[in-house]
């Protein structure tokens, strides 16, 4: 059976680990070539890369920061000069730099707003230019496709974490106008919103049996989730099979986001 994203070709940023690194693979193991894109470890994406084209496909890692124009335009270059156009853009990349309002610095605040939602920005503004360079495809209904990493935290506000759920937030209007924006010449722009997945950005959140007892009253589902719940969620939202699916976001979060709180309660 031919595979959902076969002959496609799809960028992912932050790659390296966590949520990036679990979506890069699925897109490859869907069949779409991959450029994994790191910040500042480039082993993990070397080491994906190397197993996948060992296994037939096609990958390489390229280093940038999301949050410098220079160096996105570098990123969508190198893709381009290796596998000559992108179906689809993965904007991952993000951080947390948690802090209470008044212990929160300015750089805290701008550390995570120029990663989180400019690096989006600018990750989207390139995948539009060169899904319009490329023009029409020949393998996907779509002109180009394009998934923000959101989060749960585009609606649930998170105490301590302001910068943070600002930036998810501000996701949540960026992605929907610019899919408003785009969508009259097939190009398809979604979210995905994560709840809490077992990666590094929240192993405080985990990693002891008191911290993860805590976390689990937050998921109605019972269990954590894992990087390859949101791999196969985004295979989904980047093939044809969700092609008439535009501006939407896609919580992937056990139920989080139902409040479980206000079960016996409210
Ligand atoms: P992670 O810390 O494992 O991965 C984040 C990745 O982003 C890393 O590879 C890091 O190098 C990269 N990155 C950071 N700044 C960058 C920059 N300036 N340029 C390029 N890459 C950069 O964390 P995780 O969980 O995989 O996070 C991925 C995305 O998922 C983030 O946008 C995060 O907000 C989102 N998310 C995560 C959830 C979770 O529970 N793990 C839940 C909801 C959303
Ligand atoms: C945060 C994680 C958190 C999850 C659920 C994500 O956006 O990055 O730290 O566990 O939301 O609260």
């Given at each position: 059976?031919?595979?959902?994203l076969?002959?496609?070709v799809?960028l992912?940023?932050?790659?390296?680990?966590?949520?990036?690194?679990?979506?890069?693979?699925?897109?490859?193991?869907?069949?779409?070539?991959?450029?994994?894109?790191?910040?500042?470890?480039?082993?993990?994406?070397?080491?994906?890369?190397?197993?996948?084209?060992?296994?037939?496909?096609?990958?390489?890692?390229?280093?940038?920061?999301?949050?410098?124009?220079?160096?996105?335009?570098?990123?969508?270059?190198?893709?381009?000069?290796?596998?000559?156009?992108?179906?689809?853009?993965?904007?991952?990349?993000g951080?947390?730099?948690?802090?209470?309002?008044?212990?929160?610095?300015?750089?805290?605040?701008?550390?995570?707003?120029?990663?989180?939602?400019t690096?989006?920005?600018?990750?989207?503004?390139a995948?539009?230019?060169?899904?319009?360079?490329?023009?029409?495809?020949?393998?996907?209904k779509?002109?180009?496709?394009?998934?923000?990493?959101?989060?749960?935290?585009?609606?649930?506000?998170?105490?301590?974490?302001?910068?943070?759920?600002?930036?998810?937030?501000?996701?949540?209007?960026?992605?929907?106008?610019?899919?408003?924006?785009?969508?009259?010449?097939?190009?398809r722009?979604?979210?995905?919103?994560?709840?809490?997945?077992?990666?590094?950005?929240?192993?405080?959140?985990?990693?002891?049996?008191?911290?993860?007892?805590?976390?689990?009253?937050?998921?109605?589902?019972?269990?954590?989730?894992?990087?390859?719940?949101?791999?196969?969620?985004?295979?989904?939202?980047a093939?044809?099979?969700?092609?008439?699916?535009?501006?939407?976001?896609?919580?992937?979060?056990?139920g989080?986001?139902?409040?479980?709180?206000?079960?016996?309660?409210?």
């Amino acid at each position: 059976m031919e595979k959902l994203l076969a002959n496609q070709v799809a960028l992912i940023t932050g790659a390296s680990s966590g949520i990036g690194y679990g979506v890069a693979k699925a897109l490859a193991n869907a069949g779409a070539a991959v450029a994994l894109n790191y910040h500042s470890h480039a082993e993990p994406d070397e080491q994906l890369a190397a197993e996948i084209e060992q296994a037939g496909g096609s990958a390489f890692a390229i280093q940038a920061d999301v949050s410098d124009p220079a160096q996105v335009d570098k990123l969508f270059a190198a893709c381009r000069a290796r596998f000559g156009g992108i179906d689809i853009v993965v904007a991952n990349a993000g951080l947390q730099k948690d802090a209470a309002i008044a212990d929160m610095t300015l750089d805290d605040w701008q550390f995570v707003l120029s990663t989180n939602l400019t690096g989006q920005f600018l990750t989207c503004q390139a995948a539009v230019r060169e899904f319009r360079r490329r023009g029409p495809s020949t393998v996907s209904k779509a002109l180009g496709k394009i998934i923000c990493m959101s989060s749960v935290h585009e609606v649930i506000p998170w105490a301590g974490h302001v910068n943070y759920a600002a930036s998810k937030g501000g996701i949540q209007m960026m992605m929907k106008s610019l899919a408003q924006e785009v969508a009259p010449e097939g190009i398809r722009v979604n979210s995905i919103a994560p709840g809490a997945i077992r990666t590094p950005i929240n192993k405080d959140a985990w990693d002891s049996q008191a911290a993860l007892d805590k976390l689990l009253q937050l998921i109605p589902y019972g269990r954590v989730g894992d990087v390859d719940d949101i791999g196969k969620a985004a295979v989904w939202l980047a093939s044809d099979e969700s092609d008439y699916v535009v501006g939407t976001t896609l919580f992937v979060d056990g139920g989080m986001t139902l409040y479980p709180g206000f079960a016996d309660n409210g």
